[in-house]
């Protein structure tokens, strides 16, 4: 079956730079979440959509903003980066914003 | 939403029934209880949910007291790649879509 499907799986940036995250949901799939998990933490919910508009929102920095596209891939832009921003960044994707969620691998970004 | 209460850590041998308990004492009716896992390093994942019946799927059945205060995750014949760390999460059903991680029980199967 289909997964969740995130790019890059791995991302090297320096301090100040920006970052993309990208995420493709599950086919038929309408509602996406990103997550980030610092290291030996618990994933810390950021942001999710639900039908291209924002749904809720969590404890995202002012520095990133996303947005769900009309194919219902969804993109984290993450700007001035710092380095406690290094996380893993899952995606999740659910059908009806239902909270059986389907997790992607994950993008680990590291800022040096 | 109700806080939720889990032991931080246990273990399990390989093959034997894995029964890890959640505490929600505070939970109220229209208030779910979900149940995460997350295998080191990789996305979270799904594993079952209940509002007050038992509840069973191909990977974990789920016992939920009849007070609702507490409940039971049972892994009946745990391998080795059962070894994660398993969230208790309690969510009402239409109030917003936020999981809230935190407090998991990490659990290891041993050969």
């Known amino acids: 079956a289909a997964g969740v499907i995130q790019s890059p799986r791995h991302l090297i940036k320096e301090k100040r730079e920006t970052a993309t995250l990208k995420c493709y949901p599950i086919?038929?799939?309408?509602?996406v979440y990103w997550y980030q998990q610092g290291p030996g933490q618990d994933p810390q919910f950021l942001i999710s959509f639900y039908e291209k508009m924002q749904s809720d929102k969590g404890s995202i920095p002012d520095r990133f903003s996303a947005q769900q596209f009309s194919d219902y891939h969804s993109e984290l832009n993450m700007s001035s980066l710092e380095l406690g921003d290094s996380a893993l960044y899952f995606c999740?994707?659910?059908?009806?914003?239902?909270?059986?969620?389907?997790f992607g691998s994950g993008t680990r970004l590291t800022v040096v | 939403d109700a806080k939720t209460t889990q032991p931080p850590s246990m273990d399990c041998a390989e093959g034997r029934a894995a029964n890890l308990p959640c505490n929600h004492s505070t939970i109220s009716g229209n208030e779910y209880v979900y149940w995460y896992r997350q295998i080191h390093s990789q996305g979270p994942q799904y594993i079952i949910h209940g509002l007050k019946n038992n509840e069973t799927n191909e990977m974990a059945s789920l016992i939920i007291t009849e007070d609702r205060k507490s409940s039971t995750l049972i892994l009946p014949h745990a391998t080795l790649r059962d070894t994660a760390v398993y969230y208790c999460i309690v969510r009402p059903l239409n109030a917003g879509n936020m999981l809230t991680f935190g407090g998991g029980t990490r659990l290891m199967v041993k050969p």
């Open positions: 999740a994707s659910s059908l009806g914003g239902g909270l059986g969620y389907t």
């Open positions: 086919p038929r799939h309408d509602t």
